[in-house]
């Protein structure tokens, strides 16, 4: 099938795209080449060559469609459903004698259908056009005749030369050439691409940074080699040539088209890409189109009802052909009056098979009304509309990021209230990533007093008994400590540190090195905040910012940074002096070196290498002798991780001035290397000179947990939805974090799969690695067996113990293999919560994946960063949370929300909802057109199945459009069963959605059972009770007209009040829509009934003139209404009686009055308003 | 101050209001035991006594129906009725009398009655043109209407097969030797007569086909006059099916015996029709229809039956409130 196939390409993409693939470094040589064959000639746009090259302007345009092709393309994709499909040939086929209706009649809903989602589909792509106006028609500086003058962004052209200003964004990828620096560095915020807002440096080349004024633009000519467009951020392939010379050029030269200049007055650039070729325009792609279960299902109906729909042609074709082939009766025609003599092949009686086969068409086309025609548009107006309720719920609304909940595509609504298994991500999604500087270890003593969550749900796990007396005494301090003094990203406090007072301390060298290295070894930026002269730091991760922080809240304040030096006021003796380092060199951080170095001369000309990165590196790196504090360091470092802390570990050492030199010159040709090998040699570089380091301490910092997230893991854990984490932490951290957040509990069974035991490490050591594989998978298998056994043990003697499976990254390799996912994914089933540690993004999209495709139930991940990506595409439901960590995971996902806690407003109550709407919207949409379409099968039985519809064409055009929709629209959109309040008291109400009992097959084959039953009802009251007498006092009888009135107004009020019956929330909306459609229909017949008889045919004043005035007609409505609704209130009142729904309970349980708000208990909405202003007054308190 | 008013100002709150936050006022009604049973009882009261009323308006419907298409036939002719119908020699009058069982008062209508009678066929409905009826310019659409559309004197006014196999018994009805008189005024619908069928239509080339179907036309009485015809060409909705012949505008007295002299016309024999005439009384309810009273009985009866179960069932067995252990999902748990 085709979805499917969409999906698979979908999945392969998403590596290819992320930026986890490694960077070729081969790729210089390829210049010229294919692939890397552009050619930019810079400030000379009118030299001939560039002008044959023929790039695209800067016009940008996102539209889908354009006045040309819009009627074409939006036709073509309307048309790629299968029911418009059938709706376009039986309306071609409608002018045709075949056809049992005027044309018109079959047209007019098809385009009304049509020209709505069209319509839609318009109006969507004018606001994208409106931004493309805008975005084109913003001005920009460009060098033109000698002369900076202002165009629009649209003019651009490749190699023209511009002048961007600070707080401008850049109008095209441009290559920088020199800026109000004079060393040509830039700051760039990068929000717009990745999200981030940490501001990026970006350098020029020497040779180009001394253009600055407008005259030495005049003589400047230069020619840039490079790469064709791609969609890769975080590379840059080409060079430059200039002044006869080639030089090689980076990422560091290229300014992204929407990326903004900041703390840079301006800078020179020169355009390389423009329009659609700019990188972030290469990555505008749609989100991947997902589709909801509930929607593949629909299909399914819809093929029902086809073959239903074919079934009975095909029946009432062979009755038509029984019937016609009898009008021939030994050579004489029977029923004289239809002719049979002279008649079409349509009834010819001599060829019964061809009128047959005929009538087969015929009937294709009557009984069309079985098939919804506007289910697709309403169902689509109404996720629209139910997003509008999603993205305007005030209660996931983020007050502090200026933030609401955001459905970015509307397809999945339904699907938010069947999610079965949640994959959570942990830092940034369950965490704040808002690191705060706790904790930390120098010279072997431990300092900071503070409690962390973790350290306090752990506290809670081991009893306070068991805590020392000095925590117990910090618990009391903690409060005073906060309201005294409160520094975003620092929560240290220890008085050993604190106040100066560390130079008291034994170890107090060590200390004052240590916070050196925090205040120098980082790539922070200071700001200084013009009004109030405070410094802040932009950082390129908030760890970062967290330790220049603690350093300054310490006494070393960094404050100034050039590209040669690094500044401080450091403390010393009692007062506070300026230290300038000369800085070297710099080193780094990446992934794969897990650390980042500087090499910094102070002002006594002592050479210094200043290091710090992940323990596990840094304990190799370590000088053998004189480590005097490393065991309680590390002692340290295990307690840090287990209290569910960042650590990492800080050392130095002394270089002496030969060894510096010989390194430098090495590292220079490494780094100035153009070969394949480069990066490998600046790590072959880099490790040479970060060896025997001595070892300092080392940090802890907090990832807060984000608010409210244990109670929303509790709740949705409530509402039966299992949670994994995936997490890159260590296992302890991970598994600490669990029980913070209440996904791990105390009476809980964990199943721990690890490969750390001993016989695995040993052989590590020898270095086998098929030996090592061999071994751990063996490992692997026996663990999951023993977790298996012991589940199965427990389900034996059913216990009621919860299991929880916690496992690593490199076991999650090998689980994840095709022989043992299956045993994996069994254990991982009947945990009710499961953690992955240290898992890479790539094996979170496969654990996505497997479990999506392992349990066949609806799996939602949630994350925030570009790590997330993967997984969120390959979720049935990726929701990413906007936070700090950027936009790429928002950009991927299907549901943006600011905060974790807002999930469980978004599963329980929208998801809820959306749910329980689409699912009975699309029951009773099959439901009404059934009951519709076979009254006209019930009428042709009784006209020997000639294909006269029971009604006038226009009732019948009208009865999708008019008389029945909006009363299921607004089922789809306002319908609630309970209200919020109840959703989220009631966690278990959600399950109705994870099991799908509101659209499962017995209730859909219910609700089609009670659209036959309907129109049976429907149409045997209406015929038996109006056989042949009179109808009314002056003798008139029944005729063809009436009868369909007659029906047609009981099919109307049956299936509205069918709605009426069927929900129980009526605002004022549902009273209008199912009232009004129903008085519709009346106001429609006398109009309708009024227009020249040529046109209206069989309604001619047939309401006014023959059915109002009668008695009869209305007691028949009535008896007929009553008796359709019956069979469905026994239903309900029986089910509702013995084997009620939960939804049921609850509401009874609202209506007997146990439901009311008590006095003690706010509603969630005062509560959350008080918490934010109390919050907002401890702020103010602050800034006082 | 400054900036928390600028950010104020493009904060992105989503703006309250019941409409938007889905708070609107609603009414949340249950389907409780109390509700159950209250509508159920409703229903009941409200249907039984409509029951009764039909029923009683409907006995007092008098009606007389006598089927006389295989009595009229002589016995000579009973295994080829064809022969009898189609052939201009037969004498096809027949007498029938009919006894009436009840007082019936003016207005009394006559209605012939058709069985098997597909009217309801499309490509019968299909076959005739308004517009020709309507407008004597439009005489010569006739498109719809083959194979009944014209010949060589051109088209036929009324066109079609609906009007083409208009139904030729006549009956007269004697009492003892007097006629009744038949009115046959206002048989059709005004807005047929006004609207749809022209005053200024005339018939023209009617059953001058090779192929005669049904009764012949006045041509010198405009379409709009012709109200046999209109009767007729408002298709009847089923295959069994009276149509409004005409009034006795007196009473006819309990026992009286009355005399229908029915000139047999119409060939029924040839697909197994059957054809009756019928006399009948009408009131608000129309004829006499049993079924309609029946049907509300029944309904009324069974909402009384169900609505004392359920009494009974929360009399002697009330549920406890909001359980839910009653849940599937839970005892699965429960087992796990």
């Known amino acids: 099938m085709a979805f ?50 023929r790039y695209r302007g800067n016009y940008v345009s996102t539209t889908k469609y354009t006045a040309i092709n819009f009627l074409p393309k939006s036709l073509f994709e309307q048309f790629r459903r299968v029911a418009n499909i059938y709706f376009l040939v039986v309306a071609c086929v409608s002018f045709s004698p075949l056809a049992p209706f005027r044309a018109s009649s079959i047209l007019f809903p098809l385009l009304l259908v049509i020209g709505a989602t069209m319509a839609k589909e318009g109006v969507e792509d004018w606001r994208r056009r409106k931004q493309d106006i805008k975005a084109n028609n913003r001005k920009i500086h460009v060098y033109r005749d000698h002369s900076f003058s202002e165009r629009k962004w649209k003019d651009l052209r490749v190699g023209d030369l511009v002048k961007v200003h600070k707080d401008e964004y850049f109008p095209a990828d441009l290559l920088l050439l020199s800026s109000s620096y004079p060393d040509g560095i830039c700051y760039v915020e990068t929000m717009n691409l990745d999200g981030e807002t940490n501001l990026k440096l970006k350098h020029a080349f020497d040779f180009t940074a001394s253009l600055h004024d407008d005259d030495s633009f005049r003589q400047f000519k230069a020619v840039v080699k490079c790469e064709d467009p791609n969609e890769d951020l975080y590379s840059f392939v080409g060079s430059l040539s200039y002044n006869n010379n080639q030089h090689p050029l980076s990422l560091q030269q290229v300014l992204l088209r929407d990326s903004k200049l900041k703390n840079t007055e301006y800078v020179y650039g020169v355009v390389i890409f423009t329009g659609h070729d700019t990188k972030v325009m290469q990555n505008a792609t749609d989100p991947p189109s997902k589709r909801s279960k509930i929607e593949r299902r629909m299909d399914k109906i819809i093929y029902i009802l086809f073959s239903t729909l074919i079934s009975i042609s095909f029946i009432g074709s062979i009755f038509f052909g029984i019937r016609t082939n009898r009008d021939l009766n030994n050579g004489s025609y029977r029923r004289w009056y239809l002719e049979p003599s002279r008649t079409t092949a349509l009834y010819d009686p001599k060829r019964p098979a061809l009128a047959a086969l005929l009538h087969f068409l015929t009937g294709l086309m009557l009984y069309g009304y079985l098939i919804p025609i506007s289910l697709y548009v309403s169902i689509e107006m109404v996720k629209v509309l139910q997003s509008v309720f999603i993205n305007q719920d005030q209660d996931m609304y983020h007050e502090e990021t200026n933030r609401p909940a955001r459905a970015r595509t509307s397809n999945l609504n339904e699907e938010l209230g069947q999610v079965d298994t949640v994959l959570s991500d942990k830092t940034g999604t369950l965490t704040c990533n808002s690191m705060e500087f706790v904790k930390c270890s120098i010279a072997g003593v431990s300092y900071g007093r503070g409690m962390t969550e973790v350290e306090l749900a752990l506290a809670k796990r081991k009893n306070v008994e068991q805590l020392d007396a000095g925590n117990t005494s910090n618990i009391s301090d903690d409060h005073a400590v906060k309201s005294r003094k409160s520094v975003k990203g620092f929560n240290f406090w220890d008085e050993r540190i604190m106040d100066s007072q560390w130079v008291n301390e034994p170890n107090s060298d060590v200390i004052q090195k240590f916070f050196r290295v925090l205040a120098i070894c980082h790539t922070a930026i200071p700001e200084v905040n013009r009004d109030t002269g405070e410094l802040s730091y932009e950082a390129e991760s908030p760890d970062e910012a967290a330790f220049v922080i603690a350093a300054r809240e310490v006494g070393f304040e960094f404050f100034q940074r050039t590209q040669t030096s690094i500044s401080l006021h450091e403390f010393e003796n009692g007062k506070t002096v300026d230290r300038s380092y000369e800085l070297l060199n710099m080193i780094e951080f990446s992934s794969a070196r897990k650390r980042m170095s500087v090499i910094i001369r102070n002002a006594e000309n002592q050479l210094f290498l200043l290091c710090k990165g992940a323990d596990s590196i840094m304990f190799e790196k370590l000088s053998k002798e004189s480590q005097p504090f490393e065991d309680q360091t590390k002692n340290h470092i295990n307690k840090y991780a287990e209290a569910g802390l960042r650590t990492l570990v800080v050392a130095y050492r002394p270089l002496d001035e030969v060894e510096y030199k010989t390194w430098e010159e090495e590292f220079l040709n490494a780094k100035t290397s153009v070969s394949v090998d480069r990066d490998s040699l600046i790590d072959a570089a880099a490790e040479k000179i970060e060896r025997d380091l001595i070892l300092l301490g080392a940090t802890a910092v907090e990832d807060k947990l984000q608010k409210g997230v244990p109670e929303c893991i509790e709740k949705l854990a409530n509402a039966g939805i299992k949670i994994w984490v995936l997490t890159g932490d260590k296992m302890e951290t991970a598994i600490n974090i669990g029980y913070a957040c209440r996904l791990l509990a105390q009476g809980m069974k964990q199943i721990v799969i690890t490969l750390d035991s001993p016989d695995i490490k040993s052989l590590e050591k020898l270095r086998d690695r098929e030996a090592i594989a061999k071994a751990s998978r063996e490992s692997i298998e026996k663990q999951l067996r023993e977790g298996r056994s012991q589940i199965d043990l427990a389900t034996s003697k059913s216990s009621s113990v919860l299991f929880a499976l916690i496992i690593d990254g490199r076991s999650l390799a090998f689980a994840l293999d095709k022989s043992l996912e299956e045993l994996f994914l069994k254990i991982a089933v009947d945990c009710s919560s499961v953690i992955c540690c240290r898992s890479s993004p790539k094996q979170k999209a496969l654990v996505t994946k497997m479990v999506k495709e392992g349990t066949r139930k609806t799996t939602l991940a949630i994350g925030d960063g570009a790590n997330d990506v993967g997984m969120l595409q390959e979720a049935d439901i990726g929701v990413g949370i906007s936070g700090a960590e950027g936009m790429q995971a928002v950009m991927a996902s299907d549901f943006a929300i600011a905060q974790f806690r807002f999930l469980e407003r978004l599963l329980l109550v929208h998801g809820h909802w959306c749910y329980r709407r689409i699912a009975m919207m699309i029951c009773y949409f099959f439901y009404k057109n059934i009951a519709f379409g076979f009254t006209l099968l019930w009428f042709e039985a009784h006209a020997s199945f000639s294909g006269q519809p029971a009604y006038n064409d226009w009732y019948m055009s009208f009865y999708n459009v008019f008389f029945t929709s909006l009363p299921v629209i607004a089922l789809g959109v306002f319908d609630q069963d309970v209200s919020a309040r109840l959703c989220l008291k009631y966690p278990l109400l959600y399950q109705e959605g994870v099991q799908n009992i509101l659209f499962n097959w017995p209730r859909i084959l219910g609700w089609m059972f009670n659209g036959v039953l309907s129109s049976m009802i429907i149409f045997f009251i209406c015929k038996n009770s109006t056989i042949h007498q009179a109808f009314r006092e002056d003798g008139h009888v029944i005729d063809y007209e009436i009868l369909g009135v007659l029906m047609y107004t009981c099919v109307v009020w049956a299936v509205n009040c069918q709605m009426a019956l069927s929900i129980n929330y009526f605002t004022w909306i549902q009273h209008f829509f199912i009232w009004g459609s129903i008085f519709f229909w009346y106001v429609f017949l006398v109009i309708y009934g009024y227009i020249n008889p040529l046109w209206s045919t069989t309604a001619y004043r047939v309401f006014v003139e023959a059915c109002a005035p009668s008695p009869f007609y209305w007691m028949t409505t009535f008896l007929v209404v009553v008796s359709t609704l019956l069979p469905y209130f026994l239903y309900r009142a029986f089910q ?6 939960y939804h049921d309970e609850i509401q009874r349980r609202r209506s007997e009055g146990c439901e009311e708000v008590s006095p003690g208990e706010l509603p969630g909405r005062v509560k959350d308003k008080m918490d934010h202003l109390s919050e907002r007054m401890k702020h103010s308190h602050r800034e006082i | 101050m400054d900036a928390s008013t600028r950010t104020k100002s493009r904060s992105k709150k989503p703006q309250y209001s019941r409409f938007t936050q889905q708070e609107l006022p609603a009414w949340k009604p249950i389907l409780t035991p109390k509700w159950i049973i209250t509508s159920f009882v409703i229903i009941a009261i409200l249907f039984t006594p409509a029951g009764l009323l039909c029923l009683w308006a409907s006995e007092r419907v008098v009606e007389i129906i006598d089927r006389y298409d295989d009595d009229c036939l002589p016995d000579s002719y009973s295994t ?33 009655q058709l069985d098997n009678f597909y009217q309801n066929h499309r490509r019968y409905v299909k076959s005739r043109s308004d517009k020709q009826l309507r407008d004597p310019d439009e005489a010569d659409e006739t498109e719809d209407c083959k194979p009944i559309n014209g010949n060589d004197d051109g088209p036929i006014v009324p066109c079609g097969l609906v009007a083409w196999s208009l139904f030729n018994d006549t009956y007269k009805f004697f009492k003892g030797n007097k006629a009744i008189d038949i009115d046959k005024k206002d048989i059709a619908w005004e807005s047929d007569k006004k609207y749809k069928f022209g005053s200024n239509v005339y018939p023209k080339n009617f059953q001058n086909w090779e192929l005669i179907g049904g009764g012949a036309l006045d041509e010198s009485k405009p379409l709009s006059e012709q109200e046999d015809l209109i009767v007729w060409m408002k298709t009847a909705a089923l295959p069994t099916f009276r149509k409004l012949y005409g009034k006795i505008n007196t009473d006819l007295e309990a026992n009286e015996t009355i005399t229908v002299v029915i000139q047999n016309n119409y060939n029924t024999y040839v697909f197994g029709g059957e054809k009756k005439v019928a006399l009948s009384t009408a009131n608000w309810i129309g004829g006499k229809n049993d079924f309609f009273g029946i049907s509300f009985l029944t309904i009324g009866g069974v909402c009384f039956f169900v609505a004392i179960n359920f009494i009974l069932l929360y009399v002697l067995k009330p549920r406890p409130l909001g359980d839910p252990s009653y849940l599937s999902w839970n005892r699965n748990q429960g087992a796990q």
């Open chain 1, 4 to 53: 499917g196939r969409h999906e698979r390409v979908q999945f392969s993409k998403i590596y290819s795209l992320s930026c986890f693939r490694p960077s070729t470094r081969d790729e210089h040589g390829q210049i010229g080449q294919k692939g890397y064959s552009r050619v930019v000639y810079c400030n000379d746009v009118d030299n001939p060559e560039a002008v044959q090259l």
């Open chain 1, 1136 to 1141: 509702t009686r013995f084997h009620p729904m």
């Open chain 2, 80 to 112: 080829d009725p064809d022969s009898f119908i189609q052939s201009n020699n037969t004498n096809k009058t027949c007498v029938r009398t009919l006894k009436v069982p009840r007082k019936m008062t003016a207005p009394i209508f006559i209605y012939y």
